[in-house]
């Protein structure tokens, strides 16, 4: 649930950095756009763009300070929603056991993402398997992309990942229950038969 929440925060704040940006863009397309037509007067419209400051007038001394600090802050917003961005929602560990017990047991999530992979690799038809174990180390879910040769039987693969992978899966982590989001995808057919005259 802290990972879903953590989500939401981020797609929230997504949300809420493009509106700024993109209205700081529109007022300062407006404002350009209005000085372009005169409506700041004919100095202001015939000025070339490297003339603009004259308009203003003689800067202060501080002004120079104040615009490298607006753009430092801009530099750190615009570094923590780059590594907001990168942070993903895979776990780690996986806890093992009675999960309400003082004490507890943790697995490694990438060894045992590596061997459901391995085993779902090992089913026939399937080309590729990638899977992230994701949410909470304490409930868990998983997450599998599967890439099956064109000429597999769909149905069959499901039905093994289903009755077989995702039952191990869920013995080896000592859940009754796991949710699990899978996708499965055709591999593209070979070059010479794409090509190969009808």
């Known amino acids: 649930m802290g990972e879903r929440n953590r989500a ?44 603009t400051p004259d308009l203003i007038g003689r800067p202060e001394p501080w002004t120079g300070w104040v615009v490298a600090a607006l753009l430092v802050i801009l530099a750190l917003l615009a570094l923590r929603w780059l590594l907001v961005q990168l942070r993903t929602d895979a776990v ?14 943790e697995l490694d999530a990438k060894a045992a993402r590596t061997a459901f992979e391995d085993q779902v690799r090992g089913l026939p038809g399937v080309r590729r398997a990638h899977a992230a174990v994701t949410e ?6 998983l997450r599998l992309d599967i890439t099956v040769d064109e000429d597999s039987d769909v149905a069959d693969v499901w039905r093994r990942v289903r009755a077989e992978a995702l ?3 869920r013995t080896a982590l000592e859940l009754d229950r796991l949710p699990a989001v899978v996708r499965l995808s055709m591999a593209a057919p070979p070059r010479d038969r794409r090509h190969r005259p009808a």
């Open 8 to 51: 939401r925060r981020s797609a929230r704040g997504n949300r809420w950095g493009l509106a700024l940006l993109g209205g700081l863009l529109l007022c300062g397309g407006t404002v350009s756009l209005a000085a372009g037509l005169g409506l700041f007067g004919g100095p202001a419209a015939r000025a070339a763009i490297a003339d």
């Open 92 to 105: 780690a560990r996986v806890v093992l056991g009675d999960r309400d017990a003082g004490g507890r047991t």
């Open 136 to 141: 909470s180390p304490v409930r868990p879910h």
């Open 167 to 169: 039952r191990d899966m």
